[in-house]
Every structure is written in C-alpha cells, then in structure tokens.
C-alpha cells in the first residue's frame, strides 16, 4: 500500500515520476504489479524481454529458474528499456492527466484543475527502473535521458560541470573558493558541494542564455584558487587520473602494502587498461614477508617498529628494486582498534614513493574505524603519485 500511495501521490503534483527497485523475480519485487493495477492496466509477457532472460541464462550455462520471467511482464501500453547487465528491464509508460485510480477505487477529475489551477491537461510519465546500481545507471544514461530528452524538453538552457578535489577539506574548499566566486552567485552561477572521505565535489549551475560563460568563469576561478587540488570533472576518479598520467608517460608503478591489504592495488586495477602501467605488488603484512619480499632489514624493524618512517622507505625501494618499476608506492601503518601507542595512535600511516630521485615518505594520520582509514590512505597514497607526477 505504501507503494501504491506513494505514486499516487507523486502522481498528483509531478510530470515525471521515477521509481528504482521492485522489478525482479522474488516475493517483494512488488513495484511492477502494483503500479499496473493503479493505472488500470493488465500485465502481458513481453515476448523479446522472455527471450532476454533465457539467454542470459543460456549463455551462463544455468538453469532458468521459472520465477524469473515474471521479469517480462509489462503493463500495456508500455515502453521496454533494455537492461544488457542484468534481467529486469525498464519499464516506461505515458500517462493521460488522470488516468490512475485513487484510494476509494475511482479516477480523478481529469485535468487535475483543482490542484493546479494554472495547468492545463497534460500527459504525464511514469519509469520503473532496477534497483541495482550497476543496472540502474547505465539505463538511466543509455535509455532514460534520451527519452526524457524527446518527451520533455529542456526549455531553459542548463549546463551544469562538477569539479573534483583531493586533500583538502569541505570547509577549506569552500573559503578558498566562497569569495572570488561571489559576483557569478550574484549573476545567477549556483555553487553546491558533496564531501566523501578525502574527497570534495564542486558542482557548478546556471540557466539560461549566459550559463555556458558563468559555469566556465566559474571553473576557471575554483581551478585557480584550488590549484593541484583539482584531480578532474565529473565522474573522474583519482586512479584513473593517474593510470591516464603513467600511460601518457610510458612509466610503470608498483605497490608495497600493509595496513591497506591490498586497497591501493584494488583501485587501481579497477580502472580498464591499468596494465600497460600496473605491474604488481606485494601485500607483506607481516614482518616476515616485509624482510623476505621487500628487503626490509630486520634492524630497521627493530629500532623502529613495521610503521614507520625507515620501514615504509625501505618498502618502496624494495618494491621497485624487485619489479623495475619507475614509481612504487608503499603504505604502513595502524588500522586498530588496537595497536596504538601515545607515540603512534591508532591512525598512524607512512606512505613513502620511491622513484629514480629518490624516495620520499609522508606521515598521515587517519584515526577513524578500519573501513575508513583504509579508504582514505589509498586515496592518499594514490594522490601523493598524482601530485608527484605532476612535478
């Protein structure tokens, strides 16, 4: 029932309706049938969406459970996205000012007039998309946006860049940036930030004839002011930035890691192509393996301890002395909840970068829980090559 009235609802004040998630085979995939019954129309096999499913499941050489092809029922009437990364496909359906049932079984009044006044009828949309966001975003870009780019015009120009930053703090961000942006906000530029861990967003907006110049005006400042803090546009991620420097270079890179158990080498290689400049690494957690695989002197461990300043020095020399990489990263440190010291907290990571110059090593300090300090020392510890490659 929530579902039901919660379409209802949105359908009385909307134009366009999106709904994720409901369409698969199991019990609480509710979404598909319910909308169907609010809007009065019955559900039919859609015949190439069936045969969709059967070969997904062919050509995995799996046998089709019969739940799933209740994947292929579609209200009449309804457009069918195609889902290439799984077995629920989208579903579109164009809907007459009116033409859904309300709580006590009827129709609206048609056009909805008394809700708004100033409307006239119109036609509405409502999509069903899967919930899955590996399934979900690549619909919405493939298929969504060029339907809604037919059906519902953009009648005041947008444009729209996101800036992304590395190293530096939502606060920081915004007072470097605040001031020398203010006369654009007055002319209409909108500013909005999104913080991840170690990471900051800038969005930059405007409409209208003159929102090509103030967006690029705006940039153009947020760069300058953010200088190298600035890692690339929209959906850039900092790996694939510096896998893109290292192919541009014809230069190769190897990892060293402890703390992060492998975090820096997973990032990386889930950027396509990484190959041609990943070589490898070593994930040396214990003392052992750090003497065995990296050279790390036992005396060196001894005085200092596995974090520290000379270990992560000698892990990244070793890395690149053993593959003849051009960069290695190394990374140590203490994840907790235990293992601090007053010397060294719970948080403390050495990253060192050693190359043909020289190695240098950084001291960071990261006292979240373990998921969070893994995640931002292979964002640091990426970032430091970037910066480095760079110059």
Not at 214 to 239: H, K, S
Request: contains cysteine; neutral net charge; aromatic residues 4%.
């Amino acid at each position: 029932e929530a579902i039901r009235q919660s379409v209802r609802e949105a359908l009385t004040r909307a134009d366009l309706i999106i709904t994720t998630g409901g369409l698969g085979p199991t019990s609480d995939d509710l979404t598909r049938e319910l909308i169907a019954g609010l809007l009065g129309k019955k559900l039919h096999e859609d015949a190439t969406t069936a045969e969709v499913i059967k070969k997904y499941f062919q050509k995995r050489n799996r046998p089709l459970p019969p739940g799933n092809l209740v994947q292929a029922l579609v209200p009449e009437g309804t457009l069918v996205l195609a889902n290439p990364n799984g077995t629920a496909p989208g579903l579109a359906v164009e809907i007459e000012e009116g033409g859904w049932k309300m709580e006590d079984g009827k129709r609206p009044p048609s056009p909805f007039s008394t809700i708004h006044p100033q409307s006239s009828p119109s036609k509405k949309w409502l999509i069903m998309l899967p919930g899955p966001p590996r399934e979900l975003r690549p619909m919405f870009t493939d298929a969504v946006v060029p339907l809604l780019q037919r059906v519902v015009p953009v009648e005041n120009k947008f444009v729209s860049r996101t800036l992304r930053t590395v190293g530096i703090g939502e606060s920081a961000v915004q007072e470097k940036i605040a001031g020398p942006l203010a006369a654009l906000l007055q002319s209409g530029l909108e500013l909005g930030y999104c913080a991840h861990m170690g990471q900051v967003d800038v969005r930059l907006s405007a409409h209208g004839d003159t929102a090509d110049r103030l967006v690029q005006l705006g940039a153009e400042i947020v760069r300058t002011q953010l200088g190298p803090a600035v890692f690339g546009e929209g959906d850039d991620e900092l790996e694939a930035v510096v896998i893109r420097q290292l192919t541009e270079r014809k230069q190769t890179l190897a990892v060293a890691e402890s703390c992060t158990g492998g975090g820096v080498a997973d990032r990386l290689t889930n950027v396509p192509g990484a190959s041609a400049v990943f070589l490898g690494g070593f994930i040396t957690y214990s003392n052992a393996l750090k003497e065995k695989f990296l050279g790390v002197q036992t005396k060196t461990l001894a005085e200092h301890g596995a974090v520290s300043e000379p270990v992560a020095r000698e892990m990244a020399e070793g890395a690149r002395r053993a593959t003849a990489a051009d960069y290695a990263i190394a990374v140590t440190g203490i994840a907790g909840p235990a293992g601090g010291t007053v010397e060294k907290p719970v948080g403390t990571v050495f990253i060192a970068l050693a190359t043909a110059a020289g190695t240098e090593v950084w001291k960071m300090f990261n006292p979240w829980d373990r998921v969070t300090f893994k995640e931002a020392t292979t964002r640091q510890a990426i970032n430091q090559l970037r910066l480095r490659l760079l110059g």
